[in-house]
């Protein structure tokens, strides 16, 4: 079968302060995040930090203690040439995760143009950088995670650019230390 809706990965991670790889995309894949929960089953505070493709998307989280959240993460794409997912917890057997999604060969056509489009750290301001480009094909964003991975809060601005000129989607926006924002483009 060529397209598989499936769970990608669900458990507890059993070593403290160390990344644990939870999902790899096989070989000749892609594969389409469509839900990420993370619960904490222990009575005290757990730092997380969650990367998918090598970059953080959950940094130096505190998840409560009995608490559950769900990553907003949803048609996230991910490629067999980087795409894992890790988790670093601060305390072992606390934290449990599920993961569910799609995975589809490479050549499906089904799945052909679903990629991601760009990821990478952003050019301090008011240095401005391309995230990525698109001049063959229209496309379609279905959202933009945004992860402030130091200690001091960040201003964000983010420009789309189209044929017809361009316009903001972030003017200044302040994301605050270690906190993730997701920009919804539906």
């Known amino acids: 079968m060529a397209t598989t809706f499936k769970r990608l990965g669900a458990g507890t991670i059993t070593t403290a ?18 839900s990420f929960i993370i619960s904490n089953s222990s009575a005290s505070n757990v730092t997380i930090i969650v990367r998918m493709s090598m970059l953080e998307i959950i940094y ?12 907003p993460v949803m048609d996230q794409c991910l490629d067999a040439i980087d795409g894992t997912i890790t ?9 449990s995760y599920y993961i569910s999604g799609i995975e589809t060969l490479t050549t499906d056509p089904e799945y052909s143009d679903v990629s ?3 990821y990478g750290a952003l ?3 008011p240095t401005f950088n391309f995230l990525f480009g698109s001049v063959i ?3 379609l ?20 650019t189209t044929g ?3 316009f903001n989607i972030l003017s200044g926006f302040l994301i605050k230390s270690y906190d993730t924002i997701v920009v919804p483009t539906y």
């Not at 130096?60 to 990553?71: K, L, R």
């Open 123 to 125: 050019p301090t301001y």
């Open 17 to 34: 302060n160390t990344q644990t790889t939870v999902y790899t995309v096989p070989t000749g894949s892609k594969t389409i995040i469509k």
């Open 141 to 160: 964003v279905k959202g933009i995670i945004l992860c402030n991975t130091k200690s001091a809060d960040t201003r964000v601005y983010m420009n789309v």
């Open 87 to 95: 988790i670093y917890a601060s305390a072992a057997n606390s934290i």
């Open 60 to 71: 130096n989280y505190i998840i409560q203690p009995n608490d559950t959240i769900v990553i």
């Open 137 to 139: 094909k229209d496309r």
């Open 116 to 118: 991601r489009l760009g």
């Open 164 to 166: 017809s000129g361009g």
